[in-house]
């Protein structure tokens, strides 16, 4: 038996999101950083003929390390399915249509080993989870992990948290994963659309 099951709330997404996906979604990947994230969104979503991935990070250096990982793992037609932004989630993509997609991925804070300043910021994630959640199809997911070990991520985790606790329950199933006897944990929250 493993113990723990999971042990980061990252491993706790990376589940949620493969029972979830299948071949021929539209993904969304909001903040790139090595790309570790988005090759499993691009595994799990992208056929040689089917589905979309959309991948965003501010750092012109994630994008790269990212379009390398995917390049080296899928095939030349599951890439020209993905399409990497260097620029903010503050505004995701004005091309996609509302409630097509099926998963939208956030994993806060900043790039490991990298500036801690280009840190992800409450203001702008907020304004992005609002429109991610326009554009969720029903069914679909958005997933964030949350960092309150640093002052912005706490912040950060506290008005999602909000945000989320005002959603109609008969609409939305809202459900945050905390590990409680660690301090300071990081955490997930997952959003489900109602499935009509
Ligand atoms: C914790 S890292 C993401 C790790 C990544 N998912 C992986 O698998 O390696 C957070 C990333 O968010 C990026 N970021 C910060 N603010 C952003 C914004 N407004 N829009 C998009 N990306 C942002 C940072 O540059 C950083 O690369």
């Not at 390390?65 to 990982?69: D, F, G, Q």
């Not at 091309?95 to 097509?100: A, F, P, R, V």
């Not at 900043?110 to 080993?113: A, T």
């Not at 554009?135 to 997911?141: A, S």
């Given at each position: 038996?493993t113990?723990?099951?999971?042990?980061?709330?990252?491993?706790?997404?990376?589940?949620?999101?493969?029972?979830?996906?299948?071949?021929?979604?539209?993904?969304?990947d909001?903040?790139?950083?090595n790309?570790h994230?988005?090759?499993?969104?691009?595994?799990?979503?992208?056929?040689?003929d089917?589905?979309?991935?959309?991948?965003?990070?501010?750092?012109?250096?994630a994008?790269a390390?990212?379009?390398?990982?995917l390049?080296?793992?899928?095939?030349?037609?599951?890439?020209?399915?993905?399409?990497?932004?260097?620029?903010?989630?503050?505004?995701l993509?004005d091309?996609?249509?509302?409630?097509?997609?099926a998963l939208?991925v956030?994993?806060?804070g900043?790039?490991?080993?990298s500036n801690k300043?280009?840190?992800?910021?409450r203001?702008?994630?907020l304004?992005?989870?609002?429109?991610?959640?326009?554009?969720?199809?029903?069914?679909?997911?958005?997933?964030i992990t949350?960092y309150?070990?640093?002052?912005e991520?706490?912040?950060?985790?506290?008005?999602l948290?909000?945000?989320?606790?005002q959603?109609?329950?008969?609409?939305?199933?809202?459900?945050?994963?905390?590990?409680?006897?660690?301090?300071?944990?990081?955490?997930?929250?997952?959003i489900q659309?109602?499935?009509?």
């Open positions: 038996m113990f723990p099951l999971f042990q980061t709330p990252l491993d706790l997404a990376h589940h949620f999101w493969r029972a979830l996906l299948k071949p021929g979604d539209i993904v969304i909001a903040t790139c950083g790309g994230d988005t090759l499993i969104l691009a595994q799990a979503a992208l056929t040689a089917s589905g979309r991935l959309i991948g965003y990070d501010i750092q012109e250096e994008i390390l990212t379009r390398e990982r390049t080296a793992s899928l095939l030349p037609e599951q890439l020209s399915r993905v399409e990497l932004y260097c620029k903010s989630h503050r505004d993509d091309n996609l249509h509302d409630g097509t997609v939208i956030y994993n806060l900043y790039l490991p080993g300043q280009l840190t992800t910021k203001e702008t994630t304004q992005s989870v609002r429109r991610a959640l326009s554009l969720i199809k029903p069914g679909g997911v958005l997933s949350c309150p070990g640093h002052a991520g706490a912040i950060e985790e506290a008005e948290l909000t945000l989320c606790s959603l109609q329950a008969n609409e939305w199933s809202c459900c945050h994963h905390r590990w409680i006897n660690r301090r300071q944990a990081p955490s997930l929250l997952i659309k109602e499935k009509k």
